[in-house]
């Protein structure tokens, strides 16, 4: 058996280090989702508690990874820009803290607190999230329902609100680029103007007393 040199033997192991270090992972970026500007705060007269119960996102973005559009339109994984959380968990949250804005101090019940007697529980189902040019669009559907215990005849809760539903509304905003903080934002707005129409519907029924 033939021996090689010292030195080369060296040179292999050294090549081979720096093929290693060559291959390591970019550093991963993480990002949240931000409160979005309320188009209008809501005002009714008697405090009404709420709290997004369940939310729903398409079954191909709840993942830690960023999705953003493809040249080929496609979604594309970027492996290394990622939600804080679970795209679910993010934008339950991040409805939460924009209905506080929008809602009056107090009457928001955050996702792992009990729901007090008579509030409002409300589901939302994101049914798409989708790119067209240089937009977004979130076609979102939502229920609002009194807490168990708390209704009373005709379909009112205790407060007097009566139970309020909407199907599929398409809110659109505007994506000037496709990198994943884009993403991220466009998110983050349509999020806001969702949370600016499930305000309102819960504030409906105060204004009609």
């Known amino acids: 058996m033939t021996k090689r040199p010292w030195w080369l033997a060296f040179s292999a192991v050294s090549a081979g280090a ?12 993480v990002y949240t989702l931000e409160v979005a500007a309320p188009a209008t705060r809501v005002r009714y007269d008697q405090a009404l508690a709420v709290r997004i ?11 830690i990874e960023i999705l953003r559009p493809s040249g080929s339109g496609t979604l594309k994984i970027s492996d290394f820009d990622h939600w804080s959380a679970s795209l679910r968990q993010a934008a339950r949250q991040a409805l939460s803290a924009d209905l506080s804005e929008r809602l009056p101090p107090g009457s928001v019940v955050y996702p792992r607190l009990p729901l007090p007697p008579g509030a409002l529980g409300i589901d939302v189902d994101i049914l798409e999230f989708s790119f067209v040019g240089s937009r977004a669009s ?21 407060t007097g609100a009566t139970v309020a539903q909407r199907s599929e509304a398409l809110l659109q905003e505007a994506m000037p680029s496709t990198q994943p903080a884009a993403v991220v934002r466009a998110w983050s707005d349509l999020i806001g103007q969702l949370a600016d129409r499930i305000a309102a519907d819960v504030a409906a029924p105060r204004a009609e007393n």
């Open 53 to 63: 119960d369940n939310l729903s996102v398409p079954a191909g973005w709840d993942r």
């Open 18 to 29: 720096l093929a290693l270090g060559g291959c390591q992972s970019a550093a991963t970026r």
């Open 138 to 158: 979130m076609q979102a559907s939502w229920v609002i329902t009194p807490a168990a215990g708390g209704a009373t005849a005709a379909g009112a809760t205790a």
